[in-house]
């Protein structure tokens, strides 16, 4: 009986063995292959690393992406312009051709002007400037012309240059001609005009004739101003600090003032009307022909009057009024 048992026993065992051990068998030859798949795909793909891509064309490189701004900046940008040799850019140029304008109106700060006269029946405007901003603006109408510096800052941009050319037509005088300039520097050459009045600040004026069929009036602060002749039915001259020198002065009648500054005018011919001089704290030097014939109607103060001439009643009168400055009246 114990043996039956024992081989039953073996028996089962061995039945065991065999159906565990197919299984047990294909699980460990499964693990080897999937090891193996993995190592299987490392060579490939190592190989696909190392095979050489094949040899392309190369693309042509894509254009430059701009976005809109930066594309409308760039149609907005103008063509770098060649510096003029004298670093002056004409700002404006025009011509005015037809009938002369009745009334010229200058109004500059720092600005230089020049008026001059030419033989055509024309007049010329022309705006120079070595910096493209704060520019004169101008306006005309037909009857009118008008420069005007509108921008108080013009002045305080360092190193700026701007030069204003006025050319007028010298058979075609306007009938009104009124020039300011408060900083800037005025030349005129020989000028005309039925009534013209000039007003300087800091700058110099220098002119050759300046011709008034009625009024003349020279407004000096300042600055330096001189004339080599002068003509008007009627000047009036005033200045605060600055030097005035009138020379060939023609003017029936006439008056000048001065505050602190001192003013030497010479006549060609003796005044005709009633005329003034008055100073405060300057001096006034007034130089007439030997056969002017006048008198003279005084307002002293602490100052000086001198008079070469012997004064009566006969003439027209000389109004001479000074409070501590010094009113000389020479003969030529």
């Known amino acids: 009986m114990k043996l039956k048992k024992h081989h ?14 197919p299984a047990s068998l294909t699980a460990q030859d499964a693990e080897p292959a999937a ?3 993995e190592a299987e795909q ?45 670093g002056m850019y004409t700002m404006f140029h025009q011509v005015f051709t037809g009938n002369a304008f009745k009334k010229i109106e200058i109004n500059l700060m720092a600005e230089e002007f020049i008026l001059v006269s030419s033989g055509s029946d024309s007049t010329m405007l022309e705006i120079k400037s070595n910096i493209k901003e704060k520019v004169p603006v101008v306006t005309q109408d037909g009857k009118s012309l008008k420069v005007q510096q509108k921008d108080k800052k013009a002045n305080m941009l360092a190193g700026r240059i701007c030069t204003v050319k006025l050319t007028l037509p010298q058979n075609l005088p306007p009938s009104e001609l009124v020039i300011s300039v408060s900083e800037g520097n005025l030349t005129l050459e020989p000028v005309a005009a039925s009534s013209i009045k000039i007003t300087t600040g800091t700058g110099s004026l220098t002119a050759g004739k300046i011709r008034a069929d009625k009024d003349l009036t020279l407004a000096i602060g300042d600055g330096r101003a001189s004339a080599d002749a002068v003509e008007a039915q009627t000047l009036i001259v005033t200045g605060k600090k600055g030097n005035i020198t009138l020379k060939g002065v023609l003017a029936p009648k006439f008056s000048v003032s001065m ?47 001198h008079a070469e001439f012997y ?17 000389k009246v020479s003969k030529q």
């Open 8 to 21: 039953a026993l073996t028996a089962l065992a061995a039945a065991a063995f065999l159906t565990v051990m």
């Open 35 to 37: 090891v193996l798949d």
């Open 42 to 86: 490392e060579t490939e793909a190592t190989e696909q690393e190392e095979q050489p891509a094949p040899e392309t064309e190369p693309e042509a490189a894509a254009p430059e992406q701009t976005t809109a701004p930066e594309q409308a900046a760039a149609q907005q940008t103008p063509a770098q312009e060649t510096v003029p040799a004298d």
């Open 259 to 305: 505050d602190k500054g001192a003013a030497s005018v010479s006549m060609v011919k003796p005044f005709s009307q009633q005329s003034s001089v008055e100073v405060n704290t300057g001096s006034i030097d007034l130089s007439l022909p030997a056969s002017a014939v006048f008198y003279s109607s005084i307002t002293a103060g602490k100052g000086n009057y």
């Open 311 to 327: 004064t009566d009643s006969k003439g027209p009168e000389l109004k001479v009024k000074f409070a501590k400055g010094n009113i």
